[in-house]
């Protein structure tokens, strides 16, 4: 608003309430970026670049690179051994990500509807502390505790099941070829389950309690609350915990290094061990590095993927919403 004022014969014209103007920033966020950005080429991009390059080429690791083109492509195509390991790559991710989801989603609401609320968010928070445990030990370490717990002779497992005259029972979990994948996948069951129990605890926190007030007056049971009130608040959680995990499953590497190094016979041999071994083993660099490569872009397609579905979904919510 501009005000009139007239001053010894001489107009003076003042202005208030005007919005003050927007001044623009001197510095730019660039110098802040540009360390991530250094550090994200030389760990990330450059690294990937001239592993590809490698892909294209008939090397030991020694002398002097020679040029096959898409040679190794073609063999890794043919090679029954990587499409093994692939498979068992996907029984990985039933055990890292769609396993721990459900279970982390039925965990993450006991503890937040039931044992909070009768014993106290302490308890809740320690049981959750103790469940995301596995995450912050080194995975070198609970492989190792592993071993013993799943070892043939005199481990934990099989004298606990001598113990309850279930002896019958007693196995080579690690050695026998039709346990092995399936113990290794239990295993990291244990090893995952924190993640997601922890990411839906928080998502919780966020869901209205008045909705389940309401839905609880119109005679709503727990199941029904769980089912229509919690899980559509918490769906970005769950596309998360679901991305995030398929990605870890896909590249899971140590685990398997320690406990079975990929046998019996290959029966827990993945992409990412399997290009390992060809690296350091069979001294067929460029092949392992085309094994590394094709798994790079699987991630990085099903990254993209992932975070492409999961926009589509927020945008339709969100329309639906309004």
């Known amino acids: 608003m501009t005000v009139t004022v007239e001053r010894g014969g001489r107009v003076v014209r003042k202005q208030h309430g005007s919005a003050p103007r927007p001044r623009r920033p001197r510095d730019s966020y660039l110098p802040f970026l540009l360390p991530g950005v250094l550090a994200f080429l030389a760990v990330v991009v450059v690294p990937f670049l001239m592993n590809t390059g490698v892909s294209f080429t008939d090397w030991q690791g020694v002398g002097t690179p020679r040029w096959s083109g898409l040679a190794n492509y073609r063999e890794l195509m043919d090679d029954a051994e990587f499409w093994a390991s ?21 965990l993450a609401a006991a503890l937040f509807d039931f044992v909070g609320r009768h014993f106290g968010g302490r308890v809740a928070s320690v049981l959750r502390a103790c469940f995301y445990l596995p995450q912050v030990l080194p995975i070198a370490v609970a492989g190792i505790v592993w071993s013993w717990i799943l070892a043939p002779d005199n481990g934990s497992l099989n004298e606990l099941l001598k113990a309850a005259g279930l002896g019958s029972w007693q196995q080579d979990w690690l050695g026998d070829p039709d346990l092995a994948l399936y113990s290794v996948m239990g295993v990291m069951v244990w090893v ?36 229509h009130v919690t899980l559509p608040q918490i769906r970005p ?28 016979g290959g029966a827990t041999d993945v992409p990412s061990y399997f290009s390992f071994t060809t690296f350091f083993e069979k001294t067929q660099v460029g092949y392992g590095a085309a094994i590394s490569t094709v798994l790079t872009v699987i991630i990085l397609v099903l990254a993209l993927a992932g975070l492409k579905f999961q926009t589509r979904a927020e945008d339709a919510e969100e329309g639906v919403r309004t």
Request: proline share 5%.
């Open 86 to 106: 692939f498979r068992h790559s996907l029984f990985m991710v039933v055990a890292m990500a769609a396993v721990p989801t459900v279970l982390g989603l039925v």
């Open 192 to 227: 995952q389950l924190g993640f997601p129990l922890v990411v839906f605890m928080a998502g919780l926190q966020r869901v209205d309690p008045q909705l389940h007030e309401a839905a609880e007056l119109d005679g709503a049971g727990w199941w029904r609350r769980f089912w």
């Open 237 to 264: 959680e769950i596309y998360v915990v679901l991305l995030w995990c398929t990605i870890a499953a896909l590249k899971v590497f140590g685990a398997v290094y320690v406990l079975t190094k990929g046998g019996p």
